[in-house]
């Protein structure tokens, strides 16, 4: 995964303390893209190997600044979802055909619903993460006079 910074070697020194985890409140959130990143996906029960692109997207919320991890399938099983990401980026109007141009993702900016994920990990401990659950398209995101970025 594409992230800042660079690969540590086995005897460099660090000096950073961990930063704290920020679990946002489920709800409508402005979000940045800050990087895809192509991928493939192995295969699962509900989907055949295919490629995958793996955005990063940035939430300035009140509760702090939040980077978000989102796979897009790249399989006509998915194409809804594939349709939803690039209309809510502004690249897709409804109803039209859209040839996906990856180059313009990074640094667009659209609104997604972010919920929260309840799950258990391998040691037993029970955990919640923030999911995307939805893009909303260009023309839903039209906020109120006096509207500013962050959570609606």
């Known amino acids: 995964m594409a992230t800042d910074g660079r690969e540590l070697a086995w005897d460099d020194t660090i000096e950073r303390e961990g930063g704290d985890f920020i679990l946002l409140p489920a709800g409508d959130y402005e979000f940045t893209v800050e990087t895809f990143e192509r991928a493939r996906h192995a295969g699962s029960e509900k989907l055949p190997p295919c490629n995958k692109a793996v955005v990063t997207l940035i939430i300035n919320a009140p509760e702090g600044k939040v980077k978000?991890?989102?796979?897009?399938f790249l399989h006509t099983t998915t194409e809804g979802l594939l349709s939803a990401f690039f209309?809510?980026?502004?690249?897709?109007?409804?109803?039209?055909?859209?040839?996906?141009?990856?180059?313009?993702?990074?640094?667009?900016?659209?609104?997604?619903k972010v919920g929260?994920?309840?799950?258990?990990?391998?040691?037993?401990?029970?955990?919640?993460?923030?999911?995307?659950?939805?893009?909303?398209?260009?023309?839903?995101?039209?906020g109120p006079k006096g509207y500013t970025a962050g959570r609606f």
């Open 87 to 112: 209309g809510s980026i502004g690249q897709k109007k409804h109803g039209e055909r859209l040839q996906m141009n990856w180059s313009k993702v990074p640094g667009s900016t659209g609104k997604c």
């Open 68 to 72: 978000l991890e989102n796979n897009l």
């Open 116 to 142: 929260i994920r309840n799950w258990t990990g391998k040691d037993g401990v029970e955990r919640q993460s923030n999911e995307i659950l939805r893009f909303y398209p260009r023309e839903e995101q039209q």
